[in-house]
Each structure stands twice: as C-alpha cells, then as structure tokens.
C-alpha cells in the first residue's frame, strides 16, 4: 500500500467516526439490572394510585 493511500484511508477513518459521533443515537442508553429494579421500586408520582 502506497503512502498516499495510507494518508486517505486513515482520513477516511477519522471522518466516518467524527460523522458517527454526530449522528443521534440508534438505541437507548444503557441501564444496568440493578438500577432497573431500584427505578420499579421507587414509587413514581406520575401515576395514579391503583388502590382507588
């Protein structure tokens, strides 16, 4: 592989991550099992109460 080559590919690389960095999120973000549990724990006052 030649030197000019070489220079476009790793440019190439760069700007494919720096473009990907400014695209939104595909996914949400992650929550771990544990703090899954503490937010169904937590009573949320967002939602009527069921009792009623």
């Known amino acids: 592989m030649n030197r000019r080559k070489k220079i476009k ?5 760069h700007a494919k991550k720096a473009s990907a960095k400014l695209a939104p999120a595909s996914k949400d973000k992650y929550i771990s099992k544990a703090d899954r ?16």
């Open 9 to 13: 590919q790793l440019l190439k690389a």
């Open 37 to 52: 549990l503490k937010l169904e724990a937590e009573p949320t006052q967002d939602q009527p109460f069921q009792d009623l």
